[in-house]
């Protein structure tokens, strides 16, 4: 190498260096500069929070509720507040739906079961800015007590229940802090399906939901769902009390399964073991050998189905019915119809906004029925299902694609979503239906259809002893397992008939939803024992 | 010079035993072959094939027949002095109405074990009242299961309504015994329609097109042209001009139905009809029946003591 080389080399060596010093340096310069504004910020922080906090007795976190002082303050309800509060300064209770801060001001949808009204809260001589900050820092879901002066707007709130008003919030405390992350938003829980897709925003899955179930019941369409299902239950009661029935409850603990072995739940019975009742049937019928004529009962059923479909739970609440008469079935199923009638007459004149808040997040075609409710015998339904090109034997049961075919085409005809099919042949019916008089073949029986699907499945039982036997025997059942029940109509027994539904598959029928878990709180089923 | 010769490999006559399970083609270098040989391909003639052939052959000569009819047809319509000449057409005397119970299955479709039910939905503002003299004959001749329902739809009928169709028959509960089942449906419907077989037929729309397919059912039609006209007429001048018609159309319609009661009982003569039913129902409906016109007052007094207009009666109030 050369000597010129050596000293260039040197010399590139000294200005490689300055040029890597010079980076150096230019780095640590921005460094030390982002310090200095990152100090400066803070010390400007520093210097907001130390400039006079003149709001800070209105707001904060109140210490956890322990009943420490009983104060004698009314709370207003969110779904109260109408045009006739204005300008009264009034405390509310309820959960932050949304908040948003923009600039000087903080919105907060604040939220009720399944009503919403909007609160603003603006820097100004009654809040400061470190409270505003606070109001916009605030965790979805946390509840809140707010006082604040109701204001009439004259613009329409198009996006909150209470169109006509909004709070000027004055104070603002928490009572209950939620945590940040929720497992799942709540305006997802409500987008229905096809607007998901369409507009990319995401929905819940029904698993997300139902691990979550706490949350996803506070959406306006749980909430709705489940008030209209309690107004089914009293519905039921009250239409049933009225005509003269009794309400019973049945032991669930049983000896023996009631209606067949493979589908019941046994339980460990201090040294034997015992099972979970499948249906109130046996001691509905007791009762009615009992002579209280008329009874019903609202209570859990147990069955270890392992269907994993859209309406089967192992564990749901049946409504049974079960009647004495005097000559003729009939009479039972013009009850129980005329009981569902008034069950859907009343949900239609009085749950119309529920029906309505389901409908916009699984929107569906409203319920219709016809007073008295239509009844068609088997073989017109065979009839017309042959019409329609089905190929099926004239005793064979009814598929579930062919109730479903049935339901369209009564649909069509009679434009009624809710028909009783009567008649349906001896052998597809349990071991205690009575048998038809005329034709051997047929049976006293019945099964009740909501939108093609079934919901009830009814008969006139057997109430002869004897006759009972030779049936069970028939159907190769251990007579010694049902000999309690066969006993109970040894000793005169009036005829009788009777039925249940499930609540849960009524409501998800009435409202044209497509899965029964929708309709159960804390559903069951074979995959799912929790929550 | 002799050609050179191969001696035979095999003999000339060796018996060949063709199998049965191949198809044979006709030989195309033998003439003459019967060809029917070929035809007996499995040894018979199939059954089947010789049916299908009968049946095409008489299938076209049914369409030849037709086509000679229906020229023969055109033939008398479009020249201008057909040997058909309407005016001689001899009013014989009208058959006694109501003679004989149709033939269900001809008039509606082979019994499939179920009952033939027909279904009326109807608005509970505008009752079809001649729909209620029609069941009412209807009951006198077939076994028919009525029924009233209410639709979700309204929300309350009045009492009346709901009875219109008379007490409900004590073995209601076995629909089996029944030859026609009647379902009328208080529904909120703009116009009257009726269903039957919802797979073969489309719902029947406007009272009076229902009105003539259940008449149809009495099989108590005219057979006479001129008749069957004449009632169609009478029943489009009540729909038209005495329900949906201003009040000078409804006064010209009942001097018109003045006139016609003058020359004879009943509106085409003297045997009872669709159109007496329709009119007298619809002029019924219009009310003021006392300052009708004499001879159609006497008329709606006939039709009331023929007894089946009870059922509308009390609806008028």
Not at chain 1, 251 to 263: R, V
Not at chain 1, 484 to 510: C, K, N, Q, W
Request: net charge negative.
């Amino acid at each position: 190498m050369t000597k010129e080389n050596v000293q260039g080399a040197g010399e590139e060596e000294q200005q490689a260096q300055s040029k890597k010093a010079l980076k150096k340096q230019q780095k640590e310069a921005e460094k030390a500069a982002k310090k200095a504004e990152k100090q400066a910020k803070l010390a400007a922080e520093q210097q907001e929070t130390d400039e006079d906090d003149f709001a800070k007795d209105r707001y904060g976190i109140c210490p956890m509720v322990q009943s420490q002082q009983k104060l004698d303050r009314a709370l207003v309800r969110v779904q109260d507040l109408t045009p006739e509060k204005a300008e009264q300064q009034i405390w509310v209770r309820a959960r932050i739906h949304t908040s948003r801060a923009k600039g000087k001001q903080c919105f907060l949808v604040l939220r009720h079961q399944q009503f919403t009204v909007q609160a603003l809260l603006a820097v100004g001589e009654r809040a400061s800015k470190q409270m505003v900050k606070f109001a916009a820092n605030l965790t979805k879901e946390s509840i809140i007590d707010v006082e604040a002066v109701v204001k009439k707007v004259e613009q329409k709130i198009e996006s909150c229940s209470q169109q006509d008003v909004e709070l000027h919030v004055e104070r603002i405390f928490v009572i209950s802090q939620s945590e940040a992350r929720l497992p799942l938003q709540l305006e997802d829980a409500v987008r229905p399906e096809g607007e998901g897709d369409e507009e990319g925003r995401a929905t819940v899955n029904q698993d997300t939901r139902l691990d979550n179930r706490v949350i996803d019941l506070r959406t306006t369409t749980s909430q709705a769902i489940f008030r209209l299902q309690s107004g089914v239950c009293q519905l039921f009661r009250d239409t049933l009390i009225n005509k003269g029935f009794v309400e019973i409850q049945t032991p669930k603990i049983i000896s023996a399964a009631s209606e067949g072995g493979a589908n019941v739940f046994t339980v460990s019975y201090f040294k034997t073991s015992a099972y979970l009742a499948q249906s109130p049937q046996l001691y509905k019928q007791m009762c009615i050998c009992a002579d209280f004529d008329k009874v019903f009962c609202v209570g859990p059923v147990f069955r270890a189905e392992d269907s994993n479909t859209h309406r089967h739970l192992t564990e749901f609440v049946g409504l049974d019915i079960e009647m004495a008469f005097n000559y003729h079935y009939h009479e039972v199923i013009d009850s129980i119809t005329d009981t569902m009638v008034q069950i859907f007459k009343g949900l239609r004149d009085r749950f119309q906004t529920e029906i309505q808040t389901v409908n916009k997040q699984y929107p569906s075609e409203p319920f219709k029925f016809l007073e008295p409710t239509l009844r068609l015998e088997y073989k017109e339904a065979v009839a017309m299902l042959k019409a329609a090109g089905v190929e099926m034997g004239d005793e064979e049961d009814l598929s579930t694609p062919n109730e479903k075919l049935l339901g369209r085409l009564v649909k069509e005809k009679y434009d009624t979503d809710f028909y009783v099919l009567d008649k349906y042949p001896l052998a597809v019916r349990p071991f205690y239906t009575m048998p038809d008089p005329n034709n051997p073949k047929y049976s006293n029986s019945y099964d009740m259809f909501m939108r093609g699907e079934e919901i009830l499945s009814g008969a006139q039982r057997i109430h002869d002893a004897q006759l009972l036997t030779e049936r069970a025997m028939h159907h190769s059942i251990d007579l010694e397992k049902i000999k309690a029940y066969i006993d109970s109509f040894r000793y005169g027994a009036p005829p009788h008939a009777g039925g249940g539904i499930g609540l849960e598959r009524v409501t998800m029928l009435y409202l044209g939803l497509h899965n029964v878990r929708q309709t159960s709180m804390f559903p069951r089923d074979p995959k799912r024992l929790t929550p | 010079m002799p050609m050179y010769k191969v001696k035979p490999v095999s003999p000339a006559d060796i018996k060949i035993d063709l199998p049965t399970c191949m198809y044979k083609l006709p030989n195309i270098h033998a003439q003459g072959m019967n060809c029917g040989e070929h035809a007996l391909q499995n040894g018979e003639v199939d059954p089947a094939l010789k049916a299908l052939e009968e049946r095409q052959d008489e299938v076209l000569r049914r369409l030849y027949e037709l086509k000679a009819t229906v020229d023969g047809l055109a033939k008398t319509v479009t020249t201008p002095d057909a040997d058909l000449d309407a005016s001689t057409l001899s009013r014989g005397p009208a058959e006694s109405v109501f003679r004989a119970t149709a033939d269900l299955d001809s008039l509606l479709g082979k019994d499939l074990g179920a009952l033939r039910d027909i279904v009326i939905n109807a608005n509970p503002a505008h009752p079809p009242l001649s729909l209620l003299v029609l069941h009412a004959l209807l009951c006198q001749r077939y076994q028919v299961l009525s029924s009233v329902h209410v639709h979700s739809s309204v929300s309350a009928v009045p009492p009346p309504l709901l009875s219109c169709l008379g007490p409900r028959h004590i073995d209601s509960y076995a629909r089996q015994r029944f030859q026609l089942g009647f379902t009328l449906i208080w529904k909120d419907v703009s116009k009257l329609q009726m269903k039957f077989n919802t797979q073969s037929m489309y719902p029947i729309e406007g009272e009076a097109n229902v009105a003539r397919f259940l008449f149809r059912l009495l099989s108590a039609e005219p057979q006479d042209p001129v008749l069957a006209t004449q009632m169609d007429c009478w029943i489009d001048t009540a729909v038209f001009q005495l329900a949906e018609g201003g009040s000078k159309e409804r006064a010209v319609t009942l001097r018109s139905l003045n006139s016609a009661l003058g020359r004879s009982p009943w509106l085409l003569g003297q045997e009872f009809s669709l159109a007496d039913i329709v009119c007298a129902c619809c002029v019924l409906r219009a009310g003021q029946t006392t300052s009708a016109p004499a001879n159609v007052q006497r008329w709606l007094q006939s039709c009331q003591n023929l007894g089946h207009f009870d059922c509308v009666y009390p609806l008028l109030q």
